[in-house]
Structure formats: structure tokens, C-alpha cells
């Protein structure tokens, strides 16, 4: 991979792209936009529930045998296989453009995913199975990373905090849908088959929106940042001509809210540790805490719930999904409801406010759970209080890290970030596995509460100190384009590593 971001020779080009995009009213355009790209979430969480529900299934001898270790790590490798696709399609997506990449990635899930339907049982089979959900994985770790630029870059600057809170929100639909699939398909149906069905639901729903993806233009912004103004301008104009459909006719743009840029040709990961680093040292200690908080907290949490139903509560295995159902529900609630409130009450009040708002009353929980106040209902009850808030924080983690840098390493920032704290999930789930143990000390994983919890808050505090205005501002306001040679903007935080309006925009190698 190249390490040096060079600017391309050549004149100044002046466009008023974004101007023309953030003037647009929600159309139906936009909501066949949100569908289309949106349902990235719907299948991760559809993905990651269907593999937990049906971990124990895979242990029985008329599926395919595997020992309870061999079981528990199908989502481990998922996980693997989202964050190097992340890192692998993120950076091709800042290359080749958000809808090469957002066809070809929701390919690559559609193909491992229906793979893993096709194993068989025996031991030879289970580094198929593994390989399969790794390509699975890397196809919806593309999806994240492709998926949060192109939405950003084309929902106007008023609807894009709700918009991208409520789309990262959906995996809990997701979640829901596979919690129901898996109930229904092995209760109806012989085990062997039913897992199978399960597995298949993902690709089917694929195949339908990757035909929607289809008639989608590329990012106008993106195709202008990389000099390529006659396509942009046709892409900028096909997505008025849909709203001009719907709308009527759209007011004309100042021109002087156009921008000037000498487009950059290519940046490379020596240039982006330079750009997140040296440039934005706020910005990115700001989205590395959101993005390691949330992901620390959900994976413990998330991933070992059924176990402190078990042997905490004593739910059979088998009943551990009706469970679910609430607290799936108030992960989901929260973004719908509260989401809209990130672009009125602001991003710094209500990211520190839910992270705030969500760890302290965890700690409650914890001091009710080791007090033996609480039973399964009452648990699961009080989990979905406290994820209510931390789902709309969890969000707004993923909306923070898709605008406040630059468009030309946009992507390539989402992959880093959700690696990292990918990687801190991980530690979560192992951490709290051996807290829960077998049930027998309610103390060690009442800690473990309260480092989950302690966790949110700080994340809260730093959103509180750190965090970006940027609601309701363009993206080129947010983060002056690299490429950007000249626009006059106010800038929104005092962080003396920003670069100045006005200020030449390519890196220097």
C-alpha cells in the first residue's frame, strides 16, 4: 500500500456540490437510500444473533458434532473476519469509491454466509465452517466502513445525526429477526435443516437489496474530491432530478458556498496515522474512547447474557432467547426515539449525556444484582433501561467517527477505529466469561459491572471535554477536505491541530 498522499497537478476546481446536497429536502430518494445502504446493520445483527443462538444446537450429534469450544469460537472468527474487512475494504473504498465498494462487499457477506449454510459435519469441516464465517465477516466489516461515508456524504447536513443514529440502531432489528428465525426454524423444523434456514435468511435479504443498491449513484462528494467533476456533477444532478420529482422545483445555491480543491490521488496509511494524529490528536483520542467504551461494554455484555441467565438465574438454554426479545427491543428503542435529539440538543450534550446516562445506571444494576434483588425478568428489564441510552451513544460513536475527518480518509478512519475496538470487545467477552465463571461468586462479576460501567462514563466525560459540534454543519465544515484549496469557514473547535481555513489541503509525503 502507498504511504504518501499525492496532490494531483493541475487547476483548482470549484464546485458547489455540497452546498447543493445539504439544500435538499428528505425525499423519497433518501429513504430508498437509507433502505438500501441501512440494512448493513439489519444483517450484521442478524448474523452475530443467529451464530449465538444456535451455539448450543451446533454441539448435537444430528448437526454437526462440534465441541462447546469449537462452537463458541464461530463467532470469534466473524469477528475477525469483520475487522480485516474493515481495514481491507475501508481503504478501497477511499480509492475506488463507496458504491464499488458497498456492491462488492454485500457480495462477499452474501457468498460466505450462504457457504456456512453448506457445512457439514466432521472434523475436517470445521475450518470450512470458520473460513466461511470470516468471509461473512469481512464482507459486513466493508459494509460499515463503505456504507457510513456514503450516507453521510449524501443525507443533508440537518437529518444526517438522526439518520446514520437510527441506521446503526437497526442491527437490533437485525437481532430480533434472527432471535425469531432461530426460534421458529428449529422448533418446526429437524435441527440439521433448520440451522441451515437460518443461515440463508441474510443472503435472500441480500439478493433483494443488492438489486436496490444497484440503481443508487455514487457519492457526489466523493467523486469531486477525486477530480472527477463531470461524473459528480451528473451523479449531483440525477439525485436532484429524484427529489425534483417529489418536491418540486429546488431553490439555486450561493455561489459562495461553493469550495475549491486540487484533488488528492491517493492516501496512504502513513498519511492517515498523520492526518488522525498530528492533525486531529482530539478528534481521534474523542473516537478511539466512544468506539473502545461501547464495544468493551456490548461485548461483555451482549455475548454473555445467556450465561448469566443459566447459571445466575437458572433460564434452561432453551428459553434464554424470549429474553432476549426486551432487551433487543430497548437497544432498538433507543436510537429510533432519542436520535432526532443528536441534531436539535446537539452532539456534545447527548453523546456525553447517554454514555453519562447509561454507565450510572449500570452501577444500580450492579449493586442490585449483587444484593440478589433481582431475578431474570427483573435483570433483563434493567439491562434494556441501561442500553436504551448506551445503543443511542454506541450510534452516535459510529456517526462521530464518519464525520469528523476528512472525506479522502473517511472510510479508511471508520476501519481503524472499529478495529480497535473491535479488538477491546473481544477482551470484554473473555474478561466477563471468566467473571461469570459458573455461577457461584455474584461478586467478581458485580466488578465486572462496574468496569463496564466505569468505562461508558468516561467515555461520556470525554465527549463532554472533546466532543464536535457538528450538528446541523456540512462535512466539509466539519473537516476541511484535504484537497480543499480555498473556503472561507468558521471552525468548530479550538483544537490548534486543525488545519486553518484557507490552508493548503494535501499532505505532503
Known amino acids: 500500500m502507498a504511504s504518501t498522499s499525492e496532490a494531483a497537478e493541475g487547476p483548482a476546481i470549484r464546485s458547489s456540490i455540497p452546498a447543493r446536497i445539504d439544500r435538499l429536502p428528505w425525499s423519497r430518494f433518501h429513504t430508498r437510500m437509507v433502505i438500501a445502504l441501512g440494512v448493513a446493520w439489519i444483517l450484521d445483527g442478524l448474523e452475530i444473533t443467529i451464530a449465538a443462538n444456535l451455539s448450543a444446537a451446533f454441539t448435537d450429534k444430528n448437526t454437526l458434532s462440534l465441541t462447546a469450544s469449537q462452537s463458541a469460537d464461530i463467532a470469534t472468527w466473524y469477528l475477525v473476519g469483520q475487522v480485516i474487512g474493515a481495514l481491507v475494504f475501508g481503504r478501497l473504498s477511499d480509492k475506488l469509491g463507496r458504491k464499488n465498494l458497498f456492491m462488492f462487499t454485500l457480495g462477499v457477506y452474501l457468498i460466505g454466509s450462504g457457504l456456512t449454510a453448506l457445512t457439514m ?12 464465517r470470516i468471509l461473512a465477516g469481512s464482507g459486513i466489516g466493508g459494509e460499515y466502513a463503505a456504507i457510513n461515508s456514503a450516507i453521510d456524504e449524501m443525507i443533508p447536513a440537518r437529518y444526517r445525526g438522526r439518520i446514520d443514529i437510527a441506521v446503526n440502531g437497526t442491527y437490533w432489528g437485525g437481532a430480533l429477526i434472527g432471535t425469531v428465525a432461530t426460534l421458529y426454524f428449529l422448533n418446526k423444523l429437524s435441527a440439521n435443516l433448520g440451522w441451515r434456514l437460518s443461515f440463508l435468511i441474510g443472503p435472500v435479504l441480500g439478493l433483494v437489496i443488492i438489486y436496490v443498491r444497484r440503481s443508487l449513484p455514487e457519492s457526489p462528494r466523493w467523486l469531486i474530491m477525486h477530480g472527477r467533476e463531470r461524473e459528480a456533477e451528473a451523479s449531483i444532478a440525477e439525485i436532484e432530478h429524484h427529489v425534483e420529482a417529489t418536491k418540486g422545483e429546488l431553490p439555486p445555491v450561493d455561489e459562495d458556498q461553493a469550495i475549491e480543491i486540487r484533488p488528492t490521488e491517493r492516501i496512504g496509511y502513513l498519511a492517515l ?88 445506571l449500570l452501577v444500580t444494576t450492579a449493586i442490585l444484582f449483587k444484593q440478589g434483588s433481582l431475578d431474570a425478568a427483573t435483570q433483563t428489564i434493567a439491562w434494556s433501561v441501561v442500553f436504551f441510552f ?52 455474584p461478586n467478581k462479576l458485580f466488578v465486572g459491572y462496574l468496569l463496564g460501567a466505569g468505562a461508558m462514563i468516561l467515555g461520556g466525560l470525554v465527549a463532554a471535554v472533546l466532543g464536535v459540534s457538528a450538528e446541523g454543519k456540512p462535512l466539509e465544515e466539519v473537516a476541511a477536505p484535504l484537497s480543499m484549496v480555498r473556503k472561507a469557514v468558521k471552525q468548530l473547535t479550538p483544537d490548534s491541530s486543525l488545519p486553518l481555513a484557507g490552508e493548503p489541503g494535501p499532505l505532503s509525503p
Request: with cysteine.
Open 121 to 132: 459435519a466432521g472434523s475436517g469441516w470445521v475450518v470450512y465452517l470458520y473460513a466461511t
Open 273 to 360: 496515522v498523520r492526518v488522525l494524529f498530528s492533525r486531529y490528536p482530539g478528534r481521534s483520542t474523542l473516537v478511539a474512547v466512544l468506539m473502545i467504551t461501547q464495544s468493551f461494554l456490548y461485548n461483555a455484555i451482549f455475548f454473555t447474557y445467556g450465561l448469566v441467565l443459566k447459571f445466575f438465574f437458572h433460564v434452561p438454554s432453551n428459553h434464554a432467547p424470549y429474553y432476549f426479545f426486551a432487551f433487543a427491543a430497548g437497544n432498538l428503542l433507543g436510537p429510533l426515539t432519542i436520535g432526532r435529539l443528536f441534531d436539535t440538543l446537539g452532539r456534545k450534550k447527548m453523546i456525553a449525556g447517554t454514555y453519562i446516562v447509561s454507565g450510572s
Open 390 to 441: 448506551a445503543s443511542a451513544g454506541a450510534s452516535a460513536g459510529y456517526l462521530t467517527a464518519s464525520e469528523v475527518f476528512p472525506l479522502e480518509v473517511r472510510a479508511q478512519a471508520i476501519a481503524v477505529f472499529f478495529a480497535i475496538a473491535q479488538c477491546f470487545g473481544f477482551l470484554g467477552t473473555h474478561l466477563y466469561g471468566h467473571l461469570i465463571g459458573t455461577g457461584n461468586d
